[in-house]
């Protein structure tokens, strides 16, 4: 039976917080959707102290922040997006539009078609989450979004120069230094000055993943990526410090990131608390990576494989890291989780910035009914049908008459009866079903 060595705070705690962020974020949307550019602007000077003439940038404002960025980092995002395209690209490719005769005269099929406009929310508050412009921006890009907007709050006063390269290079027609609830509000509501958008991706604090949750149904959402979560698996063939770095590397993420290790052994589970407590001492961000671990800090020992295996797949967090013996059982066996980094030579961090899967993933157990953001995220696919002759017209509407007239709809059985007359010939009563002559009994 699994045994807690180390527990995070209660479930009861964890609500109230977010009912209190739920509060927050229902008022500023309500006063994003009365007083349009003037909201914006009042929640923008509240929150990041900034409000410039306009939000959106110019081509000019754009050429300046680029200027900015260093030879050296524009190649490293160059490669980082040469690498997201590619696996975009290969993902695009496996989805094809189909068309089948499944009958003689009856054509079905279905076409993949993009978004019409997106809203791409790029993190920048506590960290310049440029990786983020890439995962969002340039997947829709791939897609073929026709308009994409891209939007990331301001970074010491002014747009981040890397963020807006970043979103620039994967492809944004419109980019806004607007950051938090009045971003994605603005995207999705509209103002004065900016048109609403059809659907909203991307990561981003509690505050943002609840305004997606809140704008949902308005507007279309990849999916609910709030505070990051992590989790390691990891038996006695990994050291303690290469579980204790992976727990922190992405509990620095904010003040309430969940990370938890599931483990068999007992020594690795002690020894990777003493090792967080030593690393705690002298990690850079250890003031954030601390307070998630101490609030959102979990250590699970467990019995064996099979009982890691089902609590994992329970919690269903966003970034599973398996070190085991049996990496590919665990490949095999698991269902609800956002990404899966299999061995110990790859890490959540390469996931997050460089390695070419996509970092916008589902958490709070979201990972039970959907993945992460992908191409396929970007596109519709709509089915068509199609009747070429009038004996599968009449063939079909005889089914169609009797099947609706089944369920009493007496509307529906005339729309398949008229065809059985003008196409097939006979002379159905208005509001019967149609008899069987076209097709056979079965």
């Given at each position: ?238 050291d303690a410090e290469l579980c204790a770095t992976d727990l922190l590397g992405q509990a620095e993420h ?189």
């Open positions: 039976m699994a045994k807690r060595l180390k527990s995070s705070k209660p479930d009861a705690d964890r609500a109230e917080d977010d009912r209190r962020v739920r509060t927050t974020v229902e008022k500023a949307l309500t006063g994003i959707e009365t007083g349009g550019d003037a909201a914006v602007r009042k929640l923008s000077e509240e929150f990041d102290g900034f409000a410039p003439a306009a939000f959106r940038l110019t081509i000019s404002e754009i050429e300046a922040a680029i200027q900015k960025v260093s030879a050296r980092e524009m190649a490293d995002i160059r490669f980082a997006q040469d690498q997201i395209r590619r696996f975009a690209e290969a993902q695009r490719a496996s989805m094809s539009d189909i068309e089948v005769e499944t009958i003689p005269g009856v054509i079905l099929g279905h076409r993949n078609i993009p978004v019409q406009s997106v809203g791409c929310y790029v993190p920048g508050g506590k960290f310049p989450m440029v990786a983020s412009a890439h995962m969002s921006v340039l997947t829709a890009s791939v897609a073929g979004v026709p308009r994409i907007v891209a939007s990331a709050p301001p970074v010491k006063g002014a747009p981040h120069p890397a963020i807006v390269a970043a979103m620039h290079m994967g492809g944004a027609h419109e980019i806004l230094c607007l950051g938090g609830i009045q971003a994605v509000g603005a995207m999705a509501i509209g103002t004065e000055t900016i048109e609403p958008v059809h659907m909203l991706v991307g990561p981003g604090n509690a505050f943002v993943a609840e305004a997606k949750r809140q704008l949902y149904g308005r507007v279309g959402i990849d999916l609910f990526a709030g505070p990051t979560e992590t989790m390691v698996i990891a038996d006695d063939t990994v904010g003040y309430n990131s969940p990370a938890c290790l599931l483990t068999n052994s007992e020594t690795l589970a002690k020894a990777t608390l003493t090792e967080i407590t030593r690393l705690l001492e002298i990690l850079p961000t250890a003031e954030t990576a601390r307070a998630s671990w101490q609030d959102y800090g979990d250590v699970i020992l467990c019995d064996d494989h099979d009982e890691m295996l089902r609590i994992a797949n329970d919690m269903a967090y966003e970034h599973v890291q398996i070190m085991t013996d049996r990496d590919d059982w665990y490949l095999d066996n698991m269902h609800s989780y956002g990404a899966l980094f299999l061995g110990p030579r790859t890490n959540v961090a390469n996931g997050d910035k460089v390695i070419g899967t996509n970092h916008t993933l589902p958490t709070k157990k979201a990972g039970r009914y959907t993945g992460g953001l992908w191409v396929g995220k970007f596109l519709k696919t709509h089915s068509y049908q199609r009747v070429t002759t009038d004996h599968a017209a009449a063939l079909i509407g005889e089914y169609g008459s009797r099947l609706c007239m089944l369920e009493g709809f007496f509307g529906h059985a005339e729309q398949c009866n008229i065809r059985v007359r003008r196409y097939g010939g006979v002379n159905v009563p208005y509001g019967s079903a149609a008899e069987v002559r076209m097709g056979k009994e079965t």
